[in-house]
């Protein structure tokens, strides 16, 4: 089984800074990575995944990931947030192959300030 | 535009009461997921399936069951409501076979009193 740690539950920032939100997961066969926007009484949007290739994944929003198998990690940063970026992120993780049920981190909330 | 419709977006029932949340999508996507939403335990999956008729437990499928009698369709039951089952309910669809990710709905959100 996979399983996902989103060590941030909240992450506080000023508009124009840089921000990274942090998923480290867990399995022992190879995986598929995602990340998801959750914005206010919304449902949850796809920002980018990670299927194989290049590990440097871009998304939409101006947001990128970094696959990092030797640390498990699948890192979310975005060199200069906005206010609407404010909204919960939430890293998921699948088995590759044949597409099934992902597991989904805790969740992080992003807000940003003026 | 492609989407993943849940009929209601707020709900109040009573304790013991019987309730359908209803998904429906139109991507033609052969797997469907019932997932709630808690604050700090993200999303955790009720029940899922891979065709019609068929359906698979998912890690908290206590106190729900679900019906899939045709594709576009996937309907969550609680059988008799009960105040810990106050939550935000999403759906989900995706293929089977390409690994697009889900597509989600708007989400459910359900009050038991």
């Known amino acids: 089984a996979q399983s996902v740690t989103q060590l941030d539950s909240q992450v506080p920032v000023f508009e124009e800074a840089p921000v990274e939100l942090r998923c480290n997961y867990s399995s022992s066969v190879s995986v598929y990575l995602f990340w998801y926007v959750q914005y206010p009484n919304q449902g949850l949007q796809l920002l980018l995944k990670?299927?194989?290739?290049?590990?440097l994944v871009k998304g939409i929003n101006g947001f990128e990931a970094e696959f990092n198998k030797s640390q498990t990690s699948f890192h979310l940063r975005k060199p200069s947030v906005h206010i609407s970026d404010t909204a919960e992120y939430f890293c998921?993780?699948?088995?590759?192959?044949?597409?099934?049920?992902?597991?989904f981190g805790t969740g992080t909330r992003l807000q940003v300030t003026l | 535009d492609v989407k993943v419709t849940q009929s209601s977006r707020y709900l109040v029932k009573r304790t013991g009461e019987k309730v359908f949340l209803e998904c429906v999508q139109d991507?033609?996507?052969?797997?469907m997921f019932w997932y709630r939403q808690d604050p700090g335990l993200g999303l955790r999956l009720i029940y899922f399936?891979?065709?019609?008729?068929?359906?698979e437990k998912g890690d908290i499928p206590e106190g729900y069951s679900v019906s899939r009698e045709k594709k576009e369709r996937f309907s969550l039951i609680l059988e008799s409501a009960s105040t810990n089952q106050t939550s935000m309910y999403l759906c989900a669809s995706s293929f089977v076979h390409r690994n697009y990710g889900y597509t989600f709905g708007s989400g459910t959100r359900l009050t038991v009193v």
């Open positions: 991507m033609d996507h052969e797997n």
């Open positions: 998921a993780v699948t088995k590759t192959g044949t597409a099934s049920k992902l597991t």
């Open positions: 399936s891979y065709d019609v008729k068929m359906k």
């Open positions: 990670y299927l194989s290739g290049s590990t």
